[in-house]
């Protein structure tokens, strides 16, 4: 099993790192991709994955550090990129939930992504909250570059804008919660070549363990049963469909 989607550089993560991987190994979580959301943390994440063959990660400026960054610091990301471990752009995109970072300032910053994303050939880890229209029309002027959207979490009809755009649907933990029946339903809804399964660690813990727990790799475990009663089928079956999307989408492993 593949968790597409964490962050083992989070200090809630980073301090106990052994023990959070040996019970990833254990649960059968035995490849996981980090994201580095600032150049700090983009060091971090590339510094975590040396000497571990099962980890690789993803290096980009969040929507919510945007402000933080100089967009002339940009290009310093291609050095991350000679790296072997970093497999994707992300996780870049625009939030206007928090809006922590001026939305001009939110597009700029994915803009150049993007194009780094074209140019390096490499897929992109996108963060869309409560802007996916916004999102799909800039990465409409990038046809080339291909895309999961990570901690999916929209309407049926949103799911469905993103597969006809070509894109992946990255589902977490809030797919197990009880209330949240619509994005069952948009899961439903997605074909299963198209779907990748995430934890977003330390955030998002899924059910059964929501209120007891930390999140942690392991527990994408807890996700891909979910995916498992939606399709109807067993949990060794999630496991070898999403793994397969992983690998299309991020080429590692292939
Ligand atoms: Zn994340």
């Not at 050939?121 to 800039?138: E, F, M, N, S, Y």
């Not at 363990?209 to 949990?235: G, I, L, M, Y």
Request: one cysteine or more; proline letters at 6%.
């Amino acid at each position: 099993m593949i968790d597409t989607h964490c962050h083992l550089t989070d200090p809630r993560l980073a301090a106990q790192l052994d023990a959070v991987l040996a019970r990833a190994a254990a649960a059968g979580v035995r490849r996981m991709i980090t994201i580095g959301t600032t150049p700090a943390d983009a060091a971090a994440a590339v510094a975590v994955c040396r000497g571990r063959d099962f980890l690789r990660c993803a290096v980009g400026v969040h929507p919510n550090h945007a402000h933080e960054v100089d967009p002339n610091d940009l290009p310093a990301y291609r050095t991350f990129h000679a790296n072997p471990a970093v497999v994707a752009v992300g996780e870049i995109g625009l939030d206007y939930h928090h809006r922590f970072a001026p939305v001009p300032r939110q597009r700029a910053t994915f803009e150049a992504q993007l194009a780094l994303a074209a140019e390096l050939d490499k897929p992109v880890v996108i963060h869309g909250r409560d802007a996916t229209d916004d999102v799909l029309a800039i990465l409409r002027s990038f046809p080339a570059v291909r895309a999961v959207f990570h901690c999916f979490t929209g309407t049926p009809a949103e799911a469905r804008a993103i597969l006809d755009a070509g894109y992946f649907v990255g589902f977490t933990g809030a797919v197990t919660y009880k209330k949240n029946d619509a994005l069952r339903e948009a899961l439903r809804l997605c074909p299963r070549d198209r779907v990748l399964i995430e934890t977003d660690a330390p955030y998002l813990s899924p059910e059964p363990v929501r209120k007891q727990k930390t999140n942690e790799p392991a527990f994408v475990a807890h996700v891909a049963d979910c995916v498992a009663r939606e399709w109807s089928v067993d949990v060794a079956e999630v496991d070898r469909v999403t793994t397969a999307n992983a690998v299309a989408l991020f080429g590692w492993g292939r």
